[in-house]
């Protein structure tokens, strides 16, 4: 076994995430593609953030769920990607 993040990114069943969705300076921390190494690509199956839950499909974001008040093109353009309703 190689361990820590490998571990969960390759042996869990479903790898969920928690995390704030933006980033301090505002950005997106859910990305088209990423420029850093990664642990295991395409695990991650939902996405738990302060404004949002969001299921990774292989056609892209599905919503499940968001914060009150917060419209569906104004998360996408939080995200700045499309996000299926």
């Known amino acids: 076994a190689v361990g820590g993040a490998m571990d969960l990114a390759v ?12 980033t301090k300076q505002g950005q997106s921390k859910v990305v088209q593609s990423c420029t850093y190494p990664l642990t295991g690509i395409g695990c991650v199956k939902r996405i738990y953030a302060d404004l949002a839950t969001l299921e990774c499909t292989p056609s892209g974001l599905r919503l499940i769920d968001k914060v009150e008040g917060l419209e569906h093109t104004e998360l996408e353009h939080l995200i700045g990607l499309p996000v299926q309703a």
């Not at 042996?11 to 933006?22: H, N």
């Open 11 to 22: 042996g869990a069943k479903e790898t969920w995430v928690m995390m704030d969705l933006l």
